[in-house]
């Protein structure tokens, strides 16, 4: 399992006083705050958070030691972690986006079909990205039980039952 978690995003500048526009990546969008101190991904930086108020596709938020717009647009693109033990603890049946990245994918008779790249949400529910097992291509398969009826974090797979079709060659 993954020991840290990217919980947000820095859009960059809001104003010219310091404040950031933040996309928070949590479940509960304002519960970013309460995981505060937030690490840039190496580590580095550390920041105190405080959201100022909620703006479209986010929060206007303040960080501490930035003061300044430019500071501020310096940040842009810049991914937010906390350490995993921090993170609420979840039910056995679902799982951190972070978790999934880089499973392998077997369909139900044991064959690689690909690795998971990637966890998409865009409303209904989530997809994952499989990068195809010796090729180039991605393809989207729903993350539903039905779809994927088995999910091993300890042995880093799972299994899916995808639609007929959805798979080339299958």
Known sequence: MVERVCVGAIAGAFGVRGEVRLKSFCAEPEAIADYAPLTTEDGMRSFDLTLDRAIKNGFA??????????????????????????????DSDE?????LINLEVVDT????LGRVKAVLNHGASDLLEVALANRSESVLLPFTQAIVPNVDLATRRLVADPPDGLFPDE
């Not at 003061?67 to 033990?85: I, K, M, Q, Y």
């Open 61 to 90: 938020a303040r960080l501490s030691g930035v003061s300044t717009r430019e500071e501020a647009d310096a940040l842009r693109g810049v991914r937010l972690f906390v350490s995993r033990d921090r993170l609420p603890e979840i």
């Open 109 to 112: 008779g044991g064959v690689l």
């Open 95 to 99: 799982f951190y986006h972070a978790d």
